[in-house]
């Protein structure tokens, strides 16, 4: 069996004036991704937790070892399909498992409705993912809890070694309703604010080792490396948690 390489996601924070050079550069080595509109499509994720926001409290806490579950999904007719991921980490690897639902499993599921036995997974190589999702949310009794949004410009490596490099801009959030929890409300989004007016995310994700055509990039743009969770910043603005900004101000959370 061969070896299973790690995978990363760095993160930088950067304006919005500094797009372009990097664009111009990534050229060079990637390609847009094939979804979306010349690679940029807009991404939706309702993040999963419980009670006490145990989930988001692993990253404000700066555990080695934590977990996110959240169902994504990229639009909003009856046909767009929807997400359920585990995504874990160990220091700085990445470990993620998704399956595939349709749109009335994804409500039944954020709802911890109980469900059937056998296939409910779009493809029956996702059921497994599927149970071990579910099972973990019955597990630490997870509800979905927070919505975020943001659109995104992906690139991906022409050399087929699952290098990646994302803009993730406009960044948005609010509150899941506990009754209707994958239904965001359109009037109730909140920006986001991280650190600056405009604030860009930009992620360098890799398998292995660090392509030495991003560690370029990183030196040339003099880009400096921050950890920066947009599911906790939702959380601090939105959520109604003892560390949210009404009861500490407005401010933007790293780690």
Known sequence: MPEMLARYEFKYLIQPDRVA?????TRMYCEPDAYGEQGVYEVNSLYLDDV??????????????????????YGWTADDPVFCEIKGRL?????KTRALVD????????RGDPMPGGIFALKESHQADLDRFRNRMDRLDLRG???????????????????RLTFDFDLQGQAADPLHPFEPDPGHWRDIWLGAPGAIILELKFN???PHWML????????H??????????????????????ERGDQWITF
């Not at 749109?103 to 954020?110: H, M, S, V």
């Not at 809890?145 to 290098?163: C, F, H, I, K, P």
């Not at 910043?233 to 948690?241: D, E, M, P, R, S």
Request: glycine share 8%; with cysteine.
């Open 208 to 210: 292995g080792a660090f």
């Open 216 to 223: 370029q990039l990183v030196h040339e743009q003099e880009l």
């Open 145 to 163: 809890r927070m919505w975020v949004r943001y659109r995104r410009e992906a690139w991906q490596s022409a050399y087929g070694d699952g290098a």
């Open 91 to 95: 220091g700085t690897s990445i470990l």
């Open 225 to 246: 490396r921050e950890s920066v969770s947009k599911y906790v910043n939702c959380v601090v603005a939105c959520g109604q948690t003892p560390w949210a900004t009404s």
């Open 103 to 110: 749109r009335p499993t994804a409500f039944e599921i954020a």
């Open 21 to 25: 050079g990097i664009r111009d550069r």
């Open 52 to 73: 006490d926001w145990s989930l988001a409290r692993q990253t404000l806490d700066g555990v080695r070892q934590r977990q996110k579950l959240r169902m994504r999904t």
